[in-house]
């Protein structure tokens, strides 16, 4: 049966470190034991040599060869068993040309050829190497022997046991196992210390699951509608999802830079990098009303999520528009109610001119409310929105008028953008100037410059202070006291953001005699004229 391998990554990743220690240690040991005996080898050789050369420098061996045949008592064997057992090596042989030996330890030996080959000494080189003769396997070092003229005359052979190396080595290997087995016990425990970090930081988990968790994040963050945007301590991106790239705008090398450089200076980079704190953050991006939730890591980044509330903004002004519609509605149902009691009470008293002369006052201001709107702004939606608008003004006592000098055609590109402009302004100015006087009066002026919309809200409030007037475009900002559920301070931003879009500008200021002035101008708003219609518009104004 196969083994099974254990299935926690930290296990995992322990057995793995510990084969490795194994496996290194074993092969240093080896390493380090082999090039050792070879040493141990090349030692022995050279002390044989060493000691060689020193017997063949003996005063009178020569002679001593030259004198007589080989003896076991002869001065030969008594100076080379002298050297031997001074220098205790194995033997110490010597021989004449013809490779007789003149010494041997083995008396019995002398008088007979050797057992190897003599031939590089004789030949006047110097020779070492490991060779097995009559006294078994030895480290051999032979040199040739000199006559007084310098003729070669023998040659001198030394050897040491080869069972003394191989004690030699056999003795440095404790020390070497030792050594080996504590690099190992540290290696062991460093891996221990490893695989206890990695069982704390992976919770346990199997190394399958990894595969299986990380599948999983993706499916979960490319298929949820929420966008997330991970950062690290340093602030750079490290994870985004798709929604998060279509919220933010973000391109598809937005991994590992940092959200400064992604994004403009601005609320939504506040936000996001956590220099703007709380729960349900709002901003905006591109026209876009996000809401923000941010979570700190254990590894010093961040977590944060993006909620699209484009549409539940724009349902909840136009809820509210509705609702401001209603209450005109009543309202005007109320007066209604009082009117046809008072055309009734004018009629029992058989007031019938004065009937009359009611009825046409009633109904011909409400025609001239509705004619003065259309016969300047030719846009159905937007003259539509002004009409309401007033109802709306009305009930609040504040009166909705249009500028002598607005002229909008009927040839807007995008009536529902130039709506949400001109809503958010009159809201606005309707309630600066509904709470602060009793003649409050909201002015609308929509013009075009070619194919630029120039739109200007202006009222008789109590203005916009100067060092306020770029701070009431900012993300979140208001002075009005938020309702629950209903966030403020969004109104002007979308205004803003919307003008950029159409590459033009928003902005606040003062009016002459008092109050504050919304401009906005958006080019390319207005579908450009054709020659001939230019001509027809100028006949007909």
Do not use: C
């Not at 002679?63 to 080379?80: C, R």
């Not at 031939?119 to 007084?148: D, M, Q």
């Not at 002075?479 to 606040?508: D, H, I, M, W």
């Amino acid at each position: 049966m196969r083994p099974r391998l254990p299935r926690r990554v930290f296990a995992q990743a322990l057995s793995v470190q510990l084969l490795i220690t194994t496996g290194v240690t074993a092969l240093t040991a080896g390493l380090f034991l082999a090039p050792l005996g070879a040493q141990l080898d090349e030692q022995a050789e050279r002390r044989a040599l060493a000691i060689a050369e020193a017997a063949a420098a003996q005063p009178g061996l020569a002679h001593d060869i030259l004198a007589g045949p080989p003896s076991p008592d002869g001065p030969v064997q008594t100076a080379a068993e002298r050297i031997r057992l001074a220098t205790d090596a194995s033997y110490v042989v010597v021989v004449d040309t013809q490779g007789i030996r003149y010494s041997h330890t083995t008396p019995a030996e002398i008088g007979r050829h050797v057992s190897t080959d003599p031939g590089p000494a004789l030949a006047g080189r110097e020779w070492t190497g490991i060779e097995n003769g009559t006294l078994g396997r030895s480290a051999r070092g032979k040199v040739p022997l000199r006559g007084p003229e310098g003729a070669i005359v023998g040659a001198v052979s030394v050897g040491i046991a080869y069972d003394d190396v191989r004690d030699v080595l056999l003795h440095a290997l404790p020390g070497i196992l030792t050594n080996a087995g504590t690099a190992l016990a540290v290696g062991a425990l460093a891996a221990l210390a490893v695989s206890w970090r990695l069982r704390k930081r992976t919770r346990g988990i199997a190394l399958s699951e990894i595969a299986a968790l990380l599948d999983e994040r993706e499916a979960i963050l490319h298929g949820i509608r929420e966008g997330v945007v991970a950062l690290d301590r340093k602030g750079r991106v490290r994870l985004v999802n798709d929604e998060a790239r279509r919220l933010l705008g973000f391109g598809p090398d937005a991994l590992g830079r940092p959200l400064d450089i992604l994004l403009p200076p601005g609320r939504t980079t506040d936000v996001l990098a956590g220099r703007v704190t709380g729960t349900d953050l709002l901003t905006v991006r591109d026209g876009r009303v996000l809401v923000v939730n941010r979570m700190d890591t254990a590894d010093g980044g961040t977590v944060a999520t993006l909620r699209d509330r484009t549409e539940l903004e724009q349902l909840g002004r136009e809820l509210d528009g509705t609702r401001g519609l209603t209450e005109a509605l009543r309202a005007q149902d109320h007066e209604h109610a009082n009117r046809l009691h008072t055309l009734v009470g004018l009629l029992e008293l058989e007031m019938y001119q004065e009937a009359v002369d009611f009825v046409a006052e009633v109904t011909g201001a409400h025609r001239a409310t509705a004619e003065q709107v259309t016969e300047r702004v030719h846009e159905p939606l937007v003259s539509a929105l002004l009409v309401g608008k007033s109802a709306v003004a009305a009930e609040r006592g504040v009166a909705l008028r249009v500028s002598e000098e607005s002229d909008l055609p009927g040839r807007v590109v995008e009536p529902g953008d130039l709506v949400t402009v001109l809503g958010n302004l009159v809201d606005n100015a309707l309630d600066a100037a509904g709470n602060y006087r009793p003649d409050a009066f909201v002015e609308v002026g929509i013009r075009a410059e070619g194919t630029t919309a120039v739109v200007t809200v202006s009222d008789n409030g109590p203005g916009v202070p100067e060092e306020a007037r770029e701070l009431v475009f900012a993300d979140g900002w208001s002075t009005k006291k938020a309702a629950p559920n209903r966030p403020r301070g969004l109104g002007l931003s979308l205004v803003r953001r919307l003008a950029e879009r159409y590459g033009g500008s928003a902005r606040a200021g003062e009016r002459d005699d008092g109050g504050a002035a919304f401009t906005v101008e958006l080019p390319d708003a207005l579908h450009p004229l054709a020659s001939g219609a230019r001509s027809l518009e100028g006949v007909s104004r």
